[in-house]
């Protein structure tokens, strides 16, 4: 997802070249070989339960070296087939 640069300006002048070095590096064709991290519920990663999701930005994408799942979901219960999406991560 793309960088809200309204919060980036905010930041102390001294953070944002460094930060916007680390914004390029994420967009270069080697970024998705290394470590990748899934932000999201389990059923958007790939393969996705949503639509044409893993054509525009599939998470983990096939070249990750190490897929890491992280998810955030307040409830009293997790679905089932996300315990079994979330063991597939490394």
Not at 16 to 21: E, N, S, V
Not at 27 to 42: E, F, I, K, L, Y
Request: proline share 12%; with cysteine.
């Amino acid at each position: 997802e793309p960088q809200e640069e309204s919060f980036v300006e905010g930041l102390p002048k001294a953070l944002i070249p460094p930060l916007r070095h680390l914004f390029g590096a994420g967009a270069s064709q080697d970024a998705a070989s290394g470590m990748v991290v899934c932000h999201s519920t389990p059923d958007a990663w790939v393969p996705s339960k949503f639509e044409g999701w893993d054509e525009l930005e599939p998470c983990p994408p096939p070249t990750a070296a190490v897929s890491v799942g992280r998810t955030m979901f307040e409830t009293d219960s997790v679905p089932r087939e996300w315990v079994e999406r979330c063991s597939w991560m490394d």
